[in-house]
């Protein structure tokens, strides 16, 4: 009997080898891949083809969509892909527990290498001491560029959650976001609060791919629209944010506060970490509110310079 044409899909949750496949009529399905080649992500197009009468309910996927962009962290060991054709990244942050600086700029560099806009939300404003403090880090973040490069939110997910959906409604409307953020931070809070069906659908789908298995983490797609044009992924893996993709050399581009002052330096290979009549040396001496370069981000800057150096190159 011959085979019926693979159909289009959408990869909405991710674990392992298979993932699930949601077709155009909105059901899902566990597939596994034909070969490496199709190997898929969350957010990825898909065509899947349904198993031959009588053999089970589990599909394959035949073949990955070209993809708009895919966003990934890679460290000596091994690429991990998080998601595909992404609008936009929302890193939530809290005011509780204090976030790491340094996790914050790799997920912001590995956006911006590629080519993916992030926003950045602070969360647990009902905290108003530690989140004061936490927004005080923050203060280069929203200084950087002019307009300013990053937005960055007050949101309160579990104490203003009317609030917290009028802040973001405008800003997830039509678009896929994926979500990232420490452990801790309210992400699952959030998603739940956007998505309401989430939890429920997190754990069928975790009991159907993981049958059996021990697992901890997998990636999920929620729509947030009946319509399904407004979508957020919820993503572990904001830790260990390797950045071994990236040349040292793309580094400062990767960064808008350093990037900003890179064509005033004297030489046109500057690497900005010694050289006489170098821009970014000199706006350390700025401002971040005017312009110029923190301490905090400089330091961020040379140690991940001195880390990709230190990389192999494949
Ligand atoms: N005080 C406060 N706690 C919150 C807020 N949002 C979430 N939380 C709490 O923070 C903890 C971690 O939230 P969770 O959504 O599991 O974080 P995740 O690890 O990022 O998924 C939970 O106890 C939440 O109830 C908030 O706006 N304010
Ligand atoms: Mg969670
Ligand atoms: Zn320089």
Not at 165 to 188: C, D, E, F, I, Y
Not at 263 to 291: M, Q, T, W
Request: proline share 7%; net charge neutral; aromatic share 6%.
């Amino acid at each position: 009997m011959a085979e019926a044409a693979p159909r289009d899909g959408l990869v909405v949750a991710s674990h392992g080898r298979h993932c699930v496949v949601e077709t155009e009529d909105g059901s899902r399905r566990i597939c596994h891949p034909r070969g490496k080649k199709s190997q898929a992500v969350v957010g990825d197009r898909v065509l899947w083809q349904p198993p031959p009468a009588g053999r089970g309910e589990e599909g394959t996927v035949e073949a990955v969509q070209p993809r708009r962009n895919l966003f990934y962290r890679q460290d000596e060991l091994r690429t991990k892909s998080f998601a595909a054709n992404l609008d936009q990244i929302l890193i939530l942050l809290a005011a509780e527990p204090v976030f790491s600086e340094m996790q914050l700029a790799r997920a912001l560099i590995a956006a911006e290498a590629a080519g993916i806009a992030p926003l950045i939300a602070l969360n647990k404003s009902d905290l108003p001491e530690a989140w004061e403090r936490a927004w005080e880090r923050l203060a280069p973040y929203r200084a950087m560029g002019t307009p300013a490069h990053y937005t960055v939110l007050p949101l309160s997910v579990s104490q203003a959650p009317d609030a917290t959906r009028q802040a973001l409604a405008p800003l997830l409307a039509g678009k896929t976001t994926l979500v990232l953020g420490p452990s801790g931070a309210g992400k699952s809070t959030l998603v739940n609060l956007l998505a309401p069906g989430a939890a429920v659908l997190t754990a069928e789908i975790s009991q159907a791919l993981n049958s059996g298995r021990h697992t901890t983490t997998s990636t999920a797609l929620y729509w947030l629209d009946a319509a399904r044009g407004t979508a957020l992924i919820d993503s572990p893996g904001f830790q260990e944010f390797g950045l071994h993709h990236i040349a040292p050399t793309e580094l400062a581009r990767c960064m808008p506060d350093i990037a900003a002052h890179a064509a005033d330096c004297r030489f046109y290979n500057c690497s900005h970490l010694h050289e006489p009549g170098c821009g970014v040396i000199s706006a350390l001496k700025i401002a971040p509110g005017a312009g110029g370069i923190s301490e905090s981000r400089y330091k961020i800057y040379s140690a991940l310079h001195a880390e990709l150096s230190a990389a192999p190159r494949y």
